[in-house]
């Protein structure tokens, strides 16, 4: 990638260009489902996996140039920060969505199988979408939904973050991932353990609270560690987990942890 024809063609890198064609792609599939007279009762959803790698993006060089894979998020691909989970989703439903309308309600990818169920009237069993809720009156009306207790994050490393409403936990001292600082320099650097941030106000992930909010960690913990507990999101028979013994404090130092318990 990118295709031959468009190497070149934004005058930045590979990358730039890749984005380019895919964009002209994605407009292509737009025009035929319009000329097909199929526009205003198909649901068109736009996004990505994950954040943008680093690596792959020479991000840096981006950077340089003026543009921001990324944006102002933190890391990329890979890392806990937002910048590896953080990603676009601009979704397109003539009939059902305001054209320009913006809507911040937390959402997560597991949630696209139940908001398909529910537009199509179908009831799925209780095994599956087990971290999926339905977000389709978020489509119409912007309301968040209430039954949604958080969003779990994982790296690439395996290091888990929770998100509920504005706050976020991290249980790693550093990315987690590919960016600077890796949890081995941040350890060095002498940074917390854990990092909580509040997104409402500190989107960048640049001022850690963990040390100010103390009831707001055990509060997360606790739920990270139901979920855990539970095998699932949603409420329902208790699953097994896709492996045994779930370490949410995988690498942390066992006498910070000791602490923190003892707290």
């Known amino acids: 990638m990118p295709a031959e ?6 005058g930045l890198n590979k990358h ?9 792609t994605v407009g ?8 097909a007279g199929l526009r205003d009762n198909t649901l068109i959803v736009f996004t990505s996996d994950n954040g943008t ?17 990324s944006w102002i998020l933190r890391g990329s691909k890979a890392d806990i920060w937002d910048g590896g989970h953080r990603v676009p989703f601009i979704v397109r439903w003539p009939r059902i969505i305001k054209e320009k309308s913006k809507c911040s309600a937390l959402i997560c990818h597991t949630d696209f199988m139940p908001t398909v169920a ?13 971290d999926g809720f339905s977000y389709e009156s978020a489509f119409s009306t912007c309301k968040r ?11 690439v490393s395996g290091k888990f973050a929770i998100r509920d409403g504005r706050w976020k936990l991290v249980l790693c001292p550093g990315s987690g991932g590919w960016s600077a600082p890796k949890d081995n320099d941040a350890i060095k650097l002498g940074l917390p353990d854990i990092q909580l941030y509040d997104m409402s106000a500190d989107i960048e992930e640049k001022n850690n609270l963990q040390a100010e909010y103390p009831e707001i960690v055990k509060q997360l913990v606790d739920m990270l560690k139901e979920l855990v507990a539970n095998g699932r999101s ?3 028979k208790i699953l097994s987990n ?3 013994n779930i370490d949410i404090w995988k690498g942390i130092d066992p006498v910070s942890l000791k602490a923190y318990e003892q707290k």
């Open 5 to 10: 024809e468009w190497q070149g063609r934004s």
């Open 16 to 24: 730039a260009d890749f984005v380019m064609q895919t964009d002209h």
């Open 28 to 35: 292509q599939i737009i025009n035929a489902i319009d000329e």
């Open 53 to 69: 790698s680093g690596p792959t993006s020479d991000k840096e060089k981006l950077e340089e140039m003026g543009h921001y894979p």
């Open 118 to 130: 529910d537009i199509i009237g179908f009831s799925l069993p209780d095994n599956a979408a087990v």
């Open 145 to 155: 939904n209430k039954k949604r207790p958080a969003v779990v994050h994982h790296s």
């Open 234 to 236: 949603t409420q329902g």
């Open 242 to 244: 896709d492996i045994d």
